[in-house]
């Protein structure tokens, strides 16, 4: 599975708020994306589609088609197992209903890989105030997925997801808008990879330790807040700045915080620059290497339940084409954006280093690379 590639494609591709005005529907629009990600021993990549359509004034519905083609000869993977490669596919559909400033939103997300099996349903509520100024939304998602075992037909675990969002935006001035949001979910059932193993001193091995699974607890709460400000500069540019702050019953916290530049030149070009800073504490029962076989109730060796931090600078591209190129659409666009990770490990160790002792390995560290390459068009 590739859980953590997922992430890191969503928070490259998505913003963590919106900060629209609620009175108007977006237009209709369709977008053909190709998406890339290569780091740390894993490849993913596949299309994209995604229609909007709206029906009348007061109804929108949508569409996407998403592929993960997954390659993975990580450092997880290498450690206990082979190579191995796979498929997951994700079909998603909404719809929206405008009354007067009020915008009513739902969806319903299906993916399906070969071991993996997700049904995700959510619905919203936004309000816009006092003249359109300000916007609240309330949001709400549950979800159920089907954790299975390549190899282990008997094998077959649940996971249900529950998540609550609010939302509140605000135009303060003619060039400021800014949001802050809160989240909490809750998640119940099997968490951890049913591959995955932690290791253990034992001087009977020959390299001085052994494996066995991971054992999670099967509750996880976590709360989340975040800001967003946009500055829209004089020349048509915009600043915006981004923090937020995790904490979960596992025992970890976490904060990011996010700077973007967006700068026109002429009539049809748009570039973007950002930088982002991500750390977060290790999980409570989290270690890299355990003294004893079941040392402790619970215990995870997932590097993403670690302590590490992250750093990404992005770049981005849009053209606008000319109309006479492609006069079908009432706008088209062509995006190219590059997004580069550094992934560094405090507590997380390099096993596949076999001259140090056990425990004494250096701290794994990796670079990642996400494209995504899409077309937009207005119709």
Known sequence: MAATKRVIFALAALALMTVARAEVLAPDRLD??????????????????????????????????????????SIDVLATASEYSEERTEYSVGTEFLHDRTIIRAGYTSSDENDYQAQTGSVSISQAFFGDLTTLTFGVSYGEDVVGQNGNPEFEEEVRRRRYQVNL??????????????ESAVDEGFLNNPYRQVRYLDPNAAQGYSYQREIYPETRNSDAASLRAIYYL??????????????????IE?????LRYTHPWGQRWLFELKYRNYQQSAADFYSDLFPYRDAQNFMARDKELSDYTSDNIGLGITYN?????LWVFEKSTVNLYWDHFQFDYQSFRNVLDTEAAPGEEPFYNFDANVIRFYFSFWY
């Open 169 to 182: 935006s605000q135009i303060l001035t003619k060039s400021l808008i800014a949001a802050v949001n809160v």
């Open 254 to 258: 976490a904060d990011n915080w996010e």
């Open 234 to 251: 004089p020349y048509r540019a915009s600043l915006r700045a981004d923090y937020r702050y995790y904490e979960d019953s596992w025992g």
């Open 32 to 73: 053909v994306m190709y998406h890339s990600y290569d780091g740390g021993g894993a490849t993913i990549d596949g299309p994209s589609i995604l229609v909007r359509k709206n029906i009348g004034t007061n109804v929108a519905v949508s569409a996407n088609y998403y592929v993960d083609m997954v390659s993975s000869a």
């Open 321 to 325: 084409v000319p109309e006479k190129w």
